[in-house]
């Protein structure tokens, strides 16, 4: 209950954080970390990394972990030293580098081999230069298991791959050193992104269509629309009331949900949603409203875990 009440609690911040761009209402959407049982874990220690670039690996995942945040910018996990957290995280990493050389065929200017050299397409004459095709493969892995009972609540094979080639009047290929750096530090934020639930506030489109009203109600709905560009709170107010003369208009529906969403009102939203049948965005924002509850509850339940 309590991540419920988080979320309704800044319903005023939603609608004071309106758009600057024309018709839509903001709305505060989440989705659930996808590793549950990890992310009910309050604290981690990065522990035992093997393979030839297991060290690596456990610096950029330990930095990604202690880096990531909640929607409200607290960390997800506390970082403790090895042997002290709730969570013993442990992994592989292997990079393996393959080079070939190849022949390739391109047309230059004569007497020259740079590719930038200007003059006419019919007087440039194919050449066969060497290229040389490099392949960092990264192999890795990352586990954690839970302290109290040696349980593992996750376990994910993390692979990564960055091919580069170079041809005689190209650009230097890049590092090998960088590139395994940001391939490692890569795949590191990629798996830590499993352990962290999705916040944002985004902007959804209301409807705009007045098929259906009569004259003078589609000229307040106008107005309505209008208004969301200033005030979303008093948009929906005007739609309400709107809504009462015509409360099966379609775009009026849409948008009452979406108001709905906005004011943490879920399963009132999800009702008016429901209304639409197959319509695909209404669909769409019934998947939207259940990832942010299942996302509240997950909150919820890391909560009470604590309590």
Known sequence: MRGVLVGVAIVATIFASVSAQAETLAVEVRRPAAADEAYLLRSLAVERFTGTDGRAFAFSVE??????????????????????????VTGRADVDIEES????????????????????DAAKEVVEITCRKR?????ADLRIARASDGRIVFSHRVPNRAEHRFCTGDAQMPEI?????????????????DF?????????RIREDRKGFSK???????????????????????FGEISQRAPDQRSLVFNMAL???????????????????????????????????????QKAAREGADS
């Open 216 to 238: 003078s109600d589609a000229e307040l709905f106008k107005l309505a629309v209008k208004t969301t560009k200033t005030s979303g709170q008093e948009a929906c107010r005007q």
């Open 101 to 120: 050389r190849y022949m390739e065929k391109r047309k230059f200017c004569p007497n020259t081999r740079d590719k930038n050299a200007k003059c006419e």
């Open 135 to 139: 392949i960092a493969s990264l192999d």
């Open 196 to 204: 962290v639930p999705y916040s944002a506030v985004e902007q959804i």
């Open 63 to 88: 930095r990604a972990l202690g880096d990531a945040r909640e929607a409200g910018g607290q960390p997800v996990f506390e970082m403790f030293e090895a042997g002290r957290g709730e969570g013993a």
């Open 259 to 297: 108001c709905a969403e906005a004011a943490g009102d879920f399963e009132v939203a999800i009702t008016g949603f429901r209304r639409l049948g197959n319509d695909i965005d209404a669909l769409a924002s019934i998947q939207r409203v259940e990832g942010t509850l299942a996302g509240l509850a």
């Open 177 to 193: 050193s960088n590139v395994v750096r940001d391939m490692i530090t890569s795949a590191a934020r990629s798996v830590v992104g």
